[in-house]
């Protein structure tokens, strides 16, 4: 048997070890079969609109009725607005706007917020889609089992369907609850909003799904009154388009205690306008 020197058995040894481990650290690094993570793809839109530019001085003297009889001075820093305070100007922008009427006040508020989600496996659209369902199911609309499934193109939801009146003082058009008042001037069906009374025809005027607005969209109408002021409706519209969410409030409070604002009205100006900035943000 042939003797090697225990030097040179070692180094021998080591060299092999050396070789063995560089070996595997190859074959760890490349894994040419293993799976490959994809990012979601980021959202349709960027940036956001101007808000206190996005509503025309048309349709903010339609929808504030006193801001006509003010003079020029006082009537064009009414229609300017006032913007909302945020901390990311390129995540969530609103304005405001309010007027009173020998009548009645109103008040306008639109918020603009972009969704981006810091989650690589979800996309932005997803993450949109989510917050807007979770503020569809807090606006409890009756009769919806499943809210936004239909606009939102089978996005997986669910919502209880429970009672609708808020407080005492609280309620929902055509819910029952929204009187506070139970003289006949209160409960009047033209002036209250209950489904199937205004003008005479049956159009039901309960929160609900609307159609044909962004990828998904729902209205809020809410009646309320503290103590023995007039009655305050708001009526709210939010939808969805890609990763942004808009919401639209819009709200009346008469001069007379006894007069309930009218819900057609309402709801139907803050369709139209939410339908406008729809077109805005597409542009």
């Not at 809210?147 to 939102?152: I, K, R």
């Not at 489904?195 to 159009?203: A, K, L, S, Y």
Request: aromatic share 4%; with cysteine; glycine share 10%.
């Amino acid at each position: 048997m042939a003797y090697v020197p225990g030097v040179a058995l070692l180094a021998a040894l080591a060299v092999g070890c050396s070789a063995g481990s560089d070996g595997s650290a190859t074959d760890a690094d490349s894994k040419p079969g293993g799976p490959t993570v994809t990012t979601a793809p980021p959202g349709k839109y960027r940036t956001l609109p101007a808000p206190c530019r996005a509503v025309p001085s048309s349709t903010l003297k339609d929808l504030l009725p006193g801001v006509a009889e003010l003079p020029r001075q006082q009537q064009e820093k009414a229609l300017r607005g006032s913007p909302t305070i945020t901390y990311d100007t390129d995540r969530k922008v609103g304005c405001s706007w309010k007027a009173d009427a020998p009548d009645s006040s109103r008040n306008l508020s639109i918020d603009f917020e972009r969704v981006v989600s810091y989650d690589p496996l979800v996309s932005d659209d997803d993450r949109a889609r989510s917050l807007y369902v979770k503020k569809e199911n807090a606006a409890e609309l009756p009769g919806s089992s499943t809210p936004g499934t239909a606009p939102e193109k089978g996005a997986p939801t669910s919502a209880e369907e429970g009672e609708k009146g808020q407080e005492k003082e609280t309620g929902k058009a055509g819910d029952g609850t929204g009187s506070a008042d139970p003289s006949p001037s209160a409960s009047a069906g033209t002036s209250s909003g209950t489904p199937g009374t205004p003008g005479g025809g049956d159009e039901d005027l309960r929160p609900r799904v609307v159609d044909g607005l962004g990828d998904a969209a729902f209205l809020d109408d809410l009646l309320t009154r503290a103590g023995s002021t007039a009655q305050h409706r708001t009526v709210s519209v939010v939808f969805r388009t890609s990763n942004v969410i808009v919401t639209v409030r819009y709200g009346e409070q008469p001069a007379l205690v006894t007069k309930v604002p009218d819900s057609k009205e309402l709801q139907d100006k803050a369709q139209a306008l939410a339908r406008k900035l729809a077109e805005v943000i597409s542009e």
